[in-house]
Structure formats: C-alpha cells, structure tokens
C-alpha cells in the first residue's frame, strides 16, 4: 500500500474529497462551509437532504 494509506475511519470526507478532486483539504472545507452559510443550512445533514431532494444526489 503507498505511504500516505490511512483506514477509512481516520480520513474526513473533506480530506477524501479533496484527494479525489485535487483540491486541498482546506479548499474543500472552505467551499463545504460557503455553501451551507449560502443555503443558511444550520449543519451538514440538512445540506444532506437538501441535495437529496433537489436530485443532487
């Protein structure tokens, strides 16, 4: 496995986003926090439902 391998469990959604995009972990975080201040969502579960319903996800 490369160096960087982690268990699932000690990478953040953000970090692993940010890996699958190319974008830094902070980048992420920023865009993650803009959105829900955006959509004045108090938290990422209603960003969640949010999504779900509007066929985003």
């Not at 902070?26 to 829900?36: F, G, S, W």
């Amino acid at each position: 496995m490369p160096s960087t391998w982690m268990p699932r469990a000690a990478t953040s959604v953000a970090t692993r986003t940010a890996q699958k995009v190319g974008y830094s972990d902070r980048t992420v975080k920023t865009i993650i926090h803009d959105l829900q201040t955006r959509l004045q969502m108090k938290n990422r579960t209603q960003m969640v439902a949010f999504a779900y319903q509007h066929g985003y996800l």
